[in-house]
């Protein structure tokens, strides 16, 4: 059983538009949750922590948790090209300092100019 | 920002030896990790180190690992025999509390 599942895309978008990537997990004990963003052959990079149902806005990107339907999203606004990477979920069953994540195999978006 | 360091960058081995990977975590940060990555597929956690010793592993994390800290600086991932499926990125990781996960840049390990 996949722990945590994402389309794996391409994910294509216009410059501008909105990107709306999603993520769903098995472990209903899960505490906190992140998105990542993964340039190739880089280190994974944190965009959002999401710990509590509802919606999370910082800049243009907005992370959304439905705990109850276990769903995770990531929302990107007026998307840049510099966007482009793929975007990993992560999950934590702790809600504390032990970062044990558990990652998706991520979504690759491309913004086209 | 505050940096992990890696290295090396690239480590090409053969078969059966040693490698170690060494990271420099940020100075205050008190928990330290290794996780990694196979080309194309999800990164993995190995294992999470706190106040000198393992915290948890993962299934992974077999008798060819071992992690240490020799001089309270360095975090090592040291594994013992290596084979064909240990090529991978393997990135250490560390944070200071119940905030962000700082990774560092990664060494890429091709075992030939």
């Known amino acids: 059983q996949k722990e945590v599942e994402q389309n794996s895309g391409p994910l294509s978008v216009p410059e501008g538009a909105i990107a709306s990537l999603n993520c769903t997990y098995s472990?209903?004990?899960?505490?906190?949750f992140f998105w990542y963003r993964q340039y190739s052959g880089k280190s994974p990079e944190l965009i959002m922590s999401i710990y509590s149902n509802g919606d999370k806005e910082d800049g243009r990107f907005t992370a959304q948790l439905n705990k109850a339907s276990q769903y995770v999203s990531l929302l990107i606004r007026d998307s840049q090209p510099s966007d482009s990477a793929t975007y990993l979920c992560?999950?934590?069953?702790?809600?504390?300092?032990?970062?044990?994540?558990?990652f998706g195999k991520g979504t690759l978006l491309t913004v086209n100019p | 920002e505050p940096e992990v360091t890696q290295t090396p960058s690239h480590q090409v081995t053969q078969m059966g030896q040693e490698v170690i990977l060494r990271c420099v975590p940020i100075s205050n940060h008190l928990y330290f990790y290794w996780y990694r990555q196979i080309l194309g597929q999800k990164v993995e956690f190995l294992v999470s180190?706190?106040?000198?010793?393992?915290?948890?592993k993962s299934e992974i994390f077999d008798d060819q690992f071992s992690v240490e800290r020799p001089d309270g600086s360095n975090f090592t991932l040291k594994i013992r025999s290596t084979k064909l499926e240990d090529s991978a990125m393997y990135f250490c990781?560390?944070?200071?509390?119940?905030?962000?996960?700082?990774f560092g840049s990664g060494t890429q390990l091709s075992v030939l």
């Open positions: 992560a999950v934590n069953k702790s809600g504390g300092s032990n970062y044990k994540l558990t």
């Open positions: 990781a560390t944070n200071r509390g119940a905030e962000k996960l700082f």
């Open positions: 472990d209903r004990g899960s505490q906190s």
């Open positions: 180190f706190y106040n000198n010793e393992i915290s948890e």
